[in-house]
């Protein structure tokens, strides 16, 4: 069923995934909110029927509320948490030593993000959904271990154009499962987000696009 969606905000690169998604989804992307059913506000904390904001935001009087941070949006840094990483590739690139950041992150991508969010906007299932839930990715990841990962895949780029690889290169390949063994940060509660996907018909809040994926789009976006 299609549906009328306003999406009110700053162009940061989240929103204008989140239009594109919603169309394919079926929904028309309207001009005016009041030719609109359902109004989303991305980093706007007023007139919305959804607010999508940064973690540690002063949160309106909106029906649902999306706290979200650690998103990696590969065309843009905004205000959700990649600029470190976007900093990071930019000084591995540039052979420049990265400094460590002294907490975790719980990285995902913009796509699962987007993914979530439409499913609730074009919900019919549940149309009395509200509350405030935590939007991230569900392991963390310190800063070492993402510094490494991009390290490891950007020499393996470079030697895959310069046709320089030897028998120890192809050897070191990414860990799959960095991250999942930290005990340093505790992990945000997901139950809210995963219960309100349930709801609105789907299996829940399970990021799929893997942490090497989104490493290497940003690479390849990133000067």
Known sequence: MQKNIHVTGPVDGLKEALEERLTRAGASIVA??????LIVGVNQEEGCDIAILPLGSNYPKTKVVIELSDVIN?????????????DWVRQIKNEIEPEIEPVDRFWVNVRDVTEAITCLCMSEKEPNLSGTFRMCGRRAWSSEDVIDEIRI??????????????????SEIPSPVRGIYSEKSETPDLSGIHQALIASGSDGWHPVVPMRVSIMEMIAHTN
Do not use: K
Not at 74 to 86: A, F, K, L, R, Y
Not at 160 to 168: D, W
């Open 74 to 86: 590969p065309g843009s840094g905004g205000n959700w948490g990649s600029q470190i990483m976007i």
């Open 153 to 170: 895949l950007w020499e393996r780029y470079n030697n895959a154009i310069n046709h320089s690889h030897t028998i120890e290169s192809l």
């Open 32 to 37: 005016d909110p009041a030719d609109s059913e």
